[in-house]
């Protein structure tokens, strides 16, 4: 959505993730590191520190922190934010 107009019309809501999301959340974890790991890292290794924490964050919430799942009409999920 690039403009407020669309946004109005988009019947999304927000919601607290739960931890069946985990399911589709954690995979995306990867997609942090499409930029490119700084050269003295391995992005194996930051993409799998990024899904066991993912993974723990969603299995059990840490007081001040959310997940959030964007929901369409359906209640399919279309986007998360952690």
């Known amino acids: 959505m690039s403009n407020a107009s669309n946004a109005s019309n988009a019947n999304v809501t927000i919601r607290p993730a739960r931890p069946e999301d985990a399911e589709w959340i954690v995979p995306l974890g990867s997609r942090m590191h499409e930029f490119g790991p700084p050269p003295w890292r391995d992005v194996r290794v930051m993409d799998a520190a990024v899904a066991a ?4 964050d969603l299995a059990n919430p ?3 922190s959310a997940f959030l799942v964007a929901e369409d009409a359906l209640g399919s999920a279309v986007a998360s934010c952690g």
Do not use: I, S, V
């Open 62 to 64: 840490t007081p001040g």
């Open 53 to 56: 924490q993912w993974a723990r």
